[in-house]
T-cell receptor, first 110, second 115 residues
Framework: RKEVEQDPGPFNVPEGATVAFNCTYS??????FFWYRQDCRKEPKLLMS???SGNEDGRFTAQLNRASQYISLLIRDSKLSDSATYLC???????????FGAGTRLAVHP | EPEVTQTPSHQVTQMGQEVILRCVPI?????FYWYRQILGQKVEFLVS????????KSEIFDDQFSVERPDGSNFTLKIRSTKLEDSAMYFC?????????????FGPGTRLTVT
């Protein structure tokens, strides 16, 4: 089983749409959770951390369900500039490395 | 805003040759990393480096790979004898803490092409 699994997409949505991405992780020792964004042939950039209580940053909302080992990202009012690959990332307790999912591609069209 | 820099942006080399990829981490960071991403695949951890030694490495990071911090600013990844399958984007990252991913900043990457 993959350590971090994501639906690869692509998700093709019109501007203004709401889109949700899901992610599951296999290791219950996972301690920290993140969503990164990666544009084509660029480095991953931290979008937001994910907390058990859920957290919001503008149009972006992240949720974590530790019992189900499930993470989600909701993007409201999609913009053309949101087109990118969204990477679900976990950090195991006591380990000094990030484990990346393969990413979900989002394409927002006019 | 401070950033991680990497050189070169693109390196082409022949199979069997040695390559050195260079990174300048953010100046007050203490933890340094190399990750790689083969085209179309996920980002994979290679190695972490703290206090002038490797703190963790993956199965990918075999004897062909080595890292060094030759001075106070550079952090390098050396591949001794490149293989075709080493072709990938190599990202350097640095951070202020070890196990908190939110403090990790990635450089723009070096695209390595092995022919």
């Amino acid at each position: 089983r993959k350590e971090v699994e994501q639906d690869p997409g692509p998700f093709n949505v019109p501007e203004g749409a709401t889109v949700a991405f899901n992610c599951t992780y296999s290791n219950s020792a996972s301690q920290s959770f993140f969503w990164y964004r990666q544009d084509c042939r660029k480095e991953p950039k931290l979008l937001m951390s994910v907390y058990s209580s859920g957290n919001e940053d503008g149009r972006f909302t992240a949720q974590l369900n530790r019992a189900s080992q499930y993470i989600s990202l909701l993007i409201r009012d999609s913009k053309l500039s949101d087109s990118a690959t969204y990477l679900c990332v976990v950090n195991l307790s006591g380990y000094n490395k990030l484990i990346f999912g393969a990413g979900t591609r989002l394409a927002v069209h006019p | 805003e401070p950033e991680v820099t990497q050189t070169p942006s693109h390196q082409v080399t022949q199979m069997g040759q040695e390559v050195i990829l260079r990174c300048v981490p953010i100046s007050n960071h203490l933890y340094f990393y190399w990750y790689r991403q083969i085209l179309g695949q996920k980002v994979e951890f290679l190695v972490s480096f703290y206090n002038n030694e490797i703190s963790e490495k993956s199965e990918i990071f075999d004897d062909q790979f080595s890292v060094e911090r030759p001075d106070g600013s550079n952090f390098t990844l050396k591949i001794r004898s490149t293989k075709l399958e080493d072709s990938a984007m190599y990202f350097c990252a640095s951070g202020t803490t070890g196990t908190s991913g939110k403090t990790r900043y990635f450089g723009p990457g070096t695209r390595l092409t092995v022919t």
